[in-house]
Protein backbone atom coordinates (compact mmCIF):
# COMPACT_ATOMS: atom_id res chain seq x y z
CA UNK A 1 0.00 0.00 0.00
CA UNK A 2 0.95 3.49 -0.64
CA UNK A 3 1.44 6.45 1.63
CA UNK A 4 1.63 9.99 0.93
CA UNK A 5 0.88 13.21 2.25
CA UNK A 6 -0.29 16.57 1.24
CA UNK A 7 1.02 19.82 2.57
CA UNK A 8 -1.34 22.74 3.42
CA UNK A 9 0.57 24.96 0.98
CA UNK A 10 1.47 21.88 -1.22
CA UNK A 11 -2.79 22.05 -2.09
CA UNK A 12 -2.69 26.11 -2.01
CA UNK A 13 -0.51 26.34 -4.89
CA UNK A 14 -1.51 23.05 -6.76
CA UNK A 15 1.53 21.44 -6.16
CA UNK A 16 2.52 17.65 -5.31
CA UNK A 17 5.71 16.20 -4.36
CA UNK A 18 7.04 14.52 -7.37
CA UNK A 19 7.32 10.97 -5.80
CA UNK A 20 4.08 11.33 -4.48
CA UNK A 21 2.26 12.85 -7.64
CA UNK A 22 2.68 9.83 -9.33
CA UNK A 23 1.07 7.55 -6.60
CA UNK A 24 -1.66 10.18 -6.39
CA UNK A 25 -2.46 10.04 -9.83
CA UNK A 26 -2.36 6.20 -10.38
CA UNK A 27 -4.71 5.86 -7.15
CA UNK A 28 -6.72 8.10 -8.72
CA UNK A 29 -7.23 6.22 -12.36
CA UNK A 30 -7.82 2.62 -10.47
CA UNK A 31 -10.43 4.11 -8.40
CA UNK A 32 -12.35 5.42 -11.28
CA UNK A 33 -11.59 2.49 -13.38
CA UNK A 34 -13.36 0.05 -10.51
CA UNK A 35 -16.52 2.11 -10.55
CA UNK A 36 -16.97 2.36 -13.69
CA UNK A 37 -16.53 -1.36 -14.11
CA UNK A 38 -18.91 -2.24 -11.16
CA UNK A 39 -21.63 0.21 -12.20
CA UNK A 40 -21.40 -1.48 -15.90
CA UNK A 41 -21.38 -5.40 -14.11
CA UNK A 42 -24.48 -3.63 -12.34
CA UNK A 43 -26.25 -2.61 -14.96
CA UNK A 44 -25.71 -5.94 -17.46
CA UNK A 45 -25.97 -8.57 -14.77
CA UNK A 46 -30.13 -8.35 -14.36
CA UNK A 47 -30.51 -8.55 -17.96
CA UNK A 48 -28.01 -11.45 -18.36
CA UNK A 49 -29.97 -13.45 -15.62
CA UNK A 50 -33.45 -12.21 -17.02
CA UNK A 51 -32.28 -13.55 -20.97
CA UNK A 52 -30.66 -16.93 -19.14
CA UNK A 53 -34.26 -17.39 -17.26
CA UNK A 54 -36.20 -16.76 -20.60
CA UNK A 55 -33.89 -19.07 -22.60
CA UNK A 56 -34.52 -22.47 -20.40
CA UNK A 57 -37.44 -24.44 -20.47
CA UNK A 58 -38.39 -26.23 -17.04
CA UNK A 59 -40.53 -28.61 -15.56
CA UNK A 60 -42.99 -26.04 -14.19
CA UNK A 61 -43.35 -24.34 -17.90
CA UNK A 62 -44.26 -27.94 -19.12
CA UNK A 63 -46.87 -28.48 -16.47
CA UNK A 64 -48.50 -24.87 -17.12
CA UNK A 65 -49.15 -25.54 -20.73
CA UNK A 66 -50.22 -28.85 -19.89
CA UNK A 67 -52.75 -27.40 -17.07
CA UNK A 68 -53.89 -24.60 -19.59
CA UNK A 69 -55.79 -27.44 -21.78
CA UNK A 70 -53.17 -27.56 -24.43
CA UNK A 71 -52.63 -30.63 -26.85
CA UNK A 72 -49.56 -33.27 -26.43
CA UNK A 73 -48.62 -31.87 -30.26
CA UNK A 74 -48.25 -28.32 -28.90
CA UNK A 75 -46.33 -28.78 -26.14
CA UNK A 76 -44.21 -31.27 -27.41
CA UNK A 77 -43.43 -28.72 -30.39
CA UNK A 78 -42.74 -25.96 -27.53
CA UNK A 79 -40.03 -28.31 -26.02
CA UNK A 80 -38.82 -29.04 -29.34
CA UNK A 81 -38.25 -25.33 -30.33
CA UNK A 82 -37.22 -24.33 -27.12
CA UNK A 83 -33.92 -22.51 -27.08
CA UNK A 84 -32.85 -23.84 -23.44
CA UNK A 85 -33.95 -27.28 -21.55
CA UNK A 86 -33.80 -26.74 -17.54
CA UNK A 87 -35.43 -30.40 -16.71
CA UNK A 88 -35.79 -32.03 -14.02
CA UNK A 89 -35.55 -35.64 -15.25
CA UNK A 90 -34.72 -37.41 -11.63
CA UNK A 91 -37.13 -39.85 -10.61
CA UNK A 92 -38.66 -37.36 -7.91
CA UNK A 93 -38.43 -35.03 -11.23
CA UNK A 94 -40.80 -37.26 -13.21
CA UNK A 95 -43.13 -38.09 -10.19
CA UNK A 96 -44.09 -34.93 -10.02
CA UNK A 97 -44.77 -33.95 -13.45
CA UNK A 98 -46.99 -37.52 -13.67
CA UNK A 99 -49.19 -36.18 -10.69
CA UNK A 100 -49.41 -32.83 -12.37
CA UNK A 101 -51.34 -34.33 -15.30
CA UNK A 102 -47.99 -35.09 -17.76
CA UNK A 103 -48.92 -37.64 -20.27
CA UNK A 104 -46.26 -40.19 -20.80
CA UNK A 105 -45.77 -39.11 -24.60
CA UNK A 106 -44.67 -35.21 -23.31
CA UNK A 107 -41.88 -36.99 -21.06
CA UNK A 108 -40.58 -39.06 -23.71
CA UNK A 109 -39.72 -36.00 -25.37
CA UNK A 110 -38.88 -34.13 -22.20
CA UNK A 111 -36.32 -36.99 -21.82
CA UNK A 112 -35.35 -37.06 -25.87
CA UNK A 113 -34.61 -32.90 -25.60
CA UNK A 114 -33.02 -33.02 -22.63
CA UNK A 115 -28.78 -31.39 -22.74
CA UNK A 116 -26.17 -34.09 -21.79
CA UNK A 117 -25.44 -32.81 -18.80
CA UNK A 118 -29.35 -33.15 -17.78
CA UNK A 119 -29.46 -36.62 -19.12
CA UNK A 120 -26.23 -37.70 -17.61
CA UNK A 121 -27.65 -36.61 -14.17
CA UNK A 122 -31.11 -38.35 -14.68
CA UNK A 123 -29.33 -41.61 -15.37
CA UNK A 124 -26.35 -40.78 -12.68
CA UNK A 125 -29.62 -40.83 -10.21
CA UNK A 126 -30.59 -44.44 -11.10
CA UNK A 127 -27.08 -46.16 -11.37
CA UNK A 128 -26.64 -47.85 -8.31
CA UNK A 129 -23.54 -47.86 -6.04
CA UNK A 130 -20.29 -49.43 -7.63
CA UNK A 131 -18.79 -52.55 -5.88
CA UNK A 132 -15.93 -51.33 -3.12
CA UNK A 133 -13.25 -54.25 -3.40
CA UNK A 134 -12.00 -52.91 0.21
CA UNK A 135 -15.04 -54.06 2.07
CA UNK A 136 -15.13 -57.22 3.31
CA UNK A 137 -18.87 -58.11 2.14
CA UNK A 138 -20.33 -57.38 -1.44
CA UNK A 139 -22.75 -55.32 -0.93
CA UNK A 140 -26.38 -56.39 -1.24
CA UNK A 141 -28.31 -56.14 -5.17
CA UNK A 142 -30.76 -53.25 -4.83
CA UNK A 143 -34.20 -54.36 -5.25
CA UNK A 144 -35.57 -54.69 -9.26
CA UNK A 145 -38.85 -52.74 -9.64
CA UNK A 146 -41.44 -55.47 -9.89
CA UNK A 147 -42.35 -56.32 -13.61
CA UNK A 148 -46.10 -55.40 -13.17
CA UNK A 149 -45.90 -52.06 -13.02
CA UNK A 150 -44.23 -51.80 -15.92
CA UNK A 151 -47.38 -52.72 -17.56
CA UNK A 152 -49.05 -49.36 -15.75
CA UNK A 153 -47.70 -47.32 -18.66
CA UNK A 154 -48.79 -49.14 -21.57
CA UNK A 155 -52.21 -49.21 -19.58
CA UNK A 156 -52.53 -45.46 -19.00
CA UNK A 157 -51.42 -44.93 -22.55
CA UNK A 158 -54.70 -47.12 -23.36
CA UNK A 159 -56.85 -45.31 -21.12
CA UNK A 160 -55.48 -41.84 -22.84
CA UNK A 161 -56.25 -43.11 -26.26
CA UNK A 162 -59.68 -44.71 -25.67
CA UNK A 163 -61.10 -42.53 -22.80
CA UNK A 164 -58.98 -39.37 -23.07
CA UNK A 165 -59.45 -38.59 -26.91
CA UNK A 166 -62.39 -38.58 -29.36
CA UNK A 167 -62.03 -39.95 -32.98
CA UNK A 168 -63.31 -38.18 -36.05
CA UNK A 169 -63.38 -40.21 -39.23
CA UNK A 170 -62.84 -37.45 -41.94
CA UNK A 171 -63.18 -38.62 -45.69
CA UNK A 172 -65.68 -41.20 -47.48
CA UNK A 173 -67.06 -44.17 -45.64
CA UNK A 174 -70.37 -45.94 -44.53
CA UNK A 175 -71.87 -45.16 -41.27
CA UNK A 176 -74.92 -46.54 -39.68
CA UNK A 177 -76.85 -46.24 -36.00
CA UNK A 178 -75.18 -44.42 -32.88
CA UNK A 179 -71.81 -43.98 -35.61
CA UNK A 180 -74.13 -42.02 -37.93
CA UNK A 181 -75.94 -40.03 -35.54
CA UNK A 182 -72.67 -39.53 -33.42
CA UNK A 183 -71.23 -37.75 -36.92
CA UNK A 184 -74.36 -35.48 -37.16
CA UNK A 185 -73.87 -34.71 -34.02
CA UNK A 186 -70.57 -33.71 -34.38
CA UNK A 187 -71.87 -31.47 -37.82
CA UNK A 188 -74.21 -29.80 -35.48
CA UNK A 189 -71.46 -28.80 -33.43
CA UNK A 190 -69.42 -26.86 -36.27
CA UNK A 191 -66.93 -29.50 -36.51
CA UNK A 192 -67.11 -31.32 -39.40
CA UNK A 193 -69.27 -31.29 -42.70
CA UNK A 194 -71.29 -34.06 -43.87
CA UNK A 195 -72.63 -34.61 -47.60
CA UNK A 196 -75.07 -38.39 -48.08
CA UNK A 197 -72.96 -40.11 -51.52
CA UNK A 198 -75.84 -40.58 -54.37
CA UNK A 199 -75.98 -44.45 -55.03
CA UNK A 200 -77.70 -46.56 -57.23
CA UNK A 201 -81.24 -48.31 -56.42
CA UNK A 202 -79.80 -51.43 -56.51
CA UNK A 203 -76.63 -50.33 -53.83
CA UNK A 204 -79.55 -48.76 -51.90
CA UNK A 205 -81.34 -51.93 -51.49
CA UNK A 206 -77.91 -53.88 -50.41
CA UNK A 207 -77.14 -50.74 -47.91
CA UNK A 208 -80.67 -51.03 -46.27
CA UNK A 209 -81.06 -55.20 -46.14
CA UNK A 210 -77.61 -56.03 -45.27
CA UNK A 211 -76.45 -52.96 -43.18
CA UNK A 212 -73.72 -52.15 -44.76
CA UNK A 213 -74.90 -48.56 -43.43
CA UNK A 214 -74.89 -45.14 -45.68
CA UNK A 215 -72.18 -43.53 -47.91
CA UNK A 216 -71.60 -40.70 -46.55
CA UNK A 217 -68.53 -38.02 -47.39
CA UNK A 218 -67.24 -36.04 -44.31
CA UNK A 219 -65.01 -32.94 -44.34
CA UNK A 220 -63.25 -31.34 -41.74
CA UNK A 221 -63.89 -27.76 -40.77
CA UNK A 222 -61.59 -24.74 -39.35
CA UNK A 223 -63.45 -25.55 -36.18
CA UNK A 224 -61.83 -28.78 -35.68
CA UNK A 225 -58.47 -28.09 -37.10
CA UNK A 226 -58.13 -25.46 -34.62
CA UNK A 227 -58.01 -28.07 -31.90
CA UNK A 228 -54.68 -29.80 -33.48
CA UNK A 229 -56.09 -33.16 -34.20
CA UNK A 230 -53.52 -35.89 -34.62
CA UNK A 231 -54.25 -37.21 -38.00
CA UNK A 232 -54.07 -40.95 -38.84
CA UNK A 233 -54.69 -42.79 -42.09
CA UNK A 234 -56.66 -45.91 -42.36
CA UNK A 235 -54.68 -48.09 -44.57
CA UNK A 236 -55.73 -49.46 -47.72
CA UNK A 237 -58.55 -46.56 -48.01
CA UNK A 238 -58.74 -42.50 -48.44
CA UNK A 239 -60.13 -42.59 -44.48
CA UNK A 240 -58.45 -40.16 -42.06
CA UNK A 241 -58.88 -40.64 -38.26
CA UNK A 242 -58.43 -37.25 -36.54
CA UNK A 243 -58.04 -37.40 -32.61
CA UNK A 244 -58.44 -34.50 -30.37
CA UNK A 245 -57.94 -34.72 -26.65
CA UNK A 246 -60.58 -33.86 -24.53
CA UNK A 247 -59.65 -35.15 -21.13
CA UNK A 248 -56.55 -35.60 -19.04
CA UNK A 249 -56.12 -39.35 -17.89
CA UNK A 250 -54.22 -40.69 -15.05
CA UNK A 251 -54.01 -43.79 -12.70
CA UNK A 252 -55.09 -43.45 -9.47
CA UNK A 253 -54.32 -46.61 -7.74
CA UNK A 254 -53.72 -49.97 -8.73
CA UNK A 255 -55.94 -52.38 -6.85
CA UNK A 256 -55.02 -55.92 -8.08
CA UNK A 257 -51.41 -56.59 -10.09
CA UNK A 258 -51.04 -60.78 -10.40
CA UNK A 259 -50.65 -63.58 -12.79
CA UNK A 260 -53.42 -63.96 -15.56
CA UNK A 261 -54.26 -67.62 -16.87
CA UNK A 262 -57.53 -66.54 -18.45
CA UNK A 263 -58.81 -67.79 -22.27
CA UNK A 264 -56.75 -64.64 -23.53
CA UNK A 265 -53.43 -66.39 -22.47
CA UNK A 266 -51.19 -68.06 -24.81
CA UNK A 267 -49.25 -71.13 -23.09
CA UNK A 268 -45.63 -70.73 -22.35
CA UNK A 269 -46.15 -66.88 -22.70
CA UNK A 270 -46.37 -64.32 -19.58
CA UNK A 271 -49.41 -62.40 -18.83
CA UNK A 272 -50.74 -60.27 -15.80
CA UNK A 273 -54.71 -58.83 -14.85
CA UNK A 274 -54.21 -55.40 -13.27
CA UNK A 275 -57.59 -53.77 -12.28
CA UNK A 276 -57.48 -50.03 -10.53
CA UNK A 277 -59.31 -46.67 -10.46
CA UNK A 278 -58.49 -43.62 -13.12
CA UNK A 279 -59.48 -39.73 -12.99
CA UNK A 280 -60.41 -38.20 -16.16
CA UNK A 281 -60.16 -34.74 -15.93
CA UNK A 282 -61.81 -32.55 -19.17
CA UNK A 283 -59.99 -29.99 -20.82
CA UNK A 284 -61.18 -26.99 -22.82
CA UNK A 285 -61.99 -29.12 -25.98
CA UNK A 286 -64.46 -31.24 -24.43
CA UNK A 287 -66.77 -27.77 -24.53
CA UNK A 288 -66.50 -27.62 -27.59
CA UNK A 289 -67.20 -31.21 -28.72
CA UNK A 290 -70.95 -30.65 -25.95
CA UNK A 291 -71.95 -32.67 -23.43
CA UNK A 292 -73.43 -35.38 -25.90
CA UNK A 293 -70.03 -36.10 -27.00
CA UNK A 294 -67.83 -35.33 -24.36
CA UNK A 295 -67.65 -35.57 -20.69
CA UNK A 296 -67.83 -32.14 -19.09
CA UNK A 297 -67.17 -33.16 -15.01
CA UNK A 298 -64.26 -34.87 -13.86
CA UNK A 299 -64.74 -38.20 -12.92
CA UNK A 300 -63.60 -40.94 -11.21
CA UNK A 301 -63.88 -44.98 -12.89
CA UNK A 302 -62.58 -47.98 -13.11
CA UNK A 303 -60.59 -50.18 -15.28
CA UNK A 304 -59.35 -53.65 -15.62
CA UNK A 305 -56.92 -55.22 -18.22
CA UNK A 306 -54.53 -58.27 -19.49
CA UNK A 307 -51.08 -57.33 -20.58
CA UNK A 308 -48.83 -59.53 -22.25
CA UNK A 309 -45.02 -59.56 -22.13
CA UNK A 310 -43.14 -59.53 -25.34
CA UNK A 311 -39.97 -61.65 -24.88
CA UNK A 312 -38.55 -60.52 -28.11
CA UNK A 313 -39.21 -57.02 -27.60
CA UNK A 314 -38.85 -57.05 -24.22
CA UNK A 315 -41.83 -54.85 -23.43
CA UNK A 316 -45.53 -55.44 -22.25
CA UNK A 317 -48.17 -54.91 -24.78
CA UNK A 318 -51.57 -54.13 -24.14
CA UNK A 319 -53.95 -57.47 -24.58
CA UNK A 320 -57.74 -56.19 -23.70
CA UNK A 321 -59.01 -53.82 -21.07
CA UNK A 322 -62.28 -52.19 -20.13
CA UNK A 323 -64.00 -49.52 -18.14
CA UNK A 324 -67.07 -48.88 -15.94
CA UNK A 325 -68.30 -46.32 -13.44
CA UNK A 326 -67.12 -47.16 -9.38
CA UNK A 327 -70.92 -47.19 -7.89
CA UNK A 328 -72.13 -49.98 -10.22
CA UNK A 329 -70.40 -54.14 -10.48
CA UNK A 330 -71.08 -53.67 -14.45
CA UNK A 331 -68.61 -52.85 -16.94
CA UNK A 332 -68.83 -50.84 -20.27
CA UNK A 333 -67.56 -53.50 -22.51
CA UNK A 334 -66.57 -57.21 -21.96
CA UNK A 335 -63.44 -57.78 -23.57
CA UNK A 336 -61.39 -59.09 -20.22
CA UNK A 337 -62.64 -62.57 -19.47
Known sequence: MIHFQLTKGSLQHGVVPRGRKAAFTLLTLTLGMSLTSAQQTTQSSPAKQAARAISKMTNADVIQLVTAGLSEQVVTTSIRQAPGKNFDLTPTGLIALKKAGVSDAVIVVMQEA?????????????????????????????????????????????????????????????????????????????????????????????????????????????????????????????????????????????????????PLATPGEKYRIMLGTYRKVPIPAAAIFGPSLATQTEVRMKFRSVVKYDQFAKIWALVAFDTGFLNTNEWLSSNVR
Open 114 to 262: ATPVQAAAASEAKTPPKYDASLSAPPKPAAHAAQPSDGRGVVEKALVEVTGTFSVPIGQTRLSGNDLAQVKQLEASGLVAVREVPQAYWDSFLNRTQGLGTPVQVTETSKLMSLQPAVMPVAGTTLRIFRVSIANITIDEVTADGDYVG
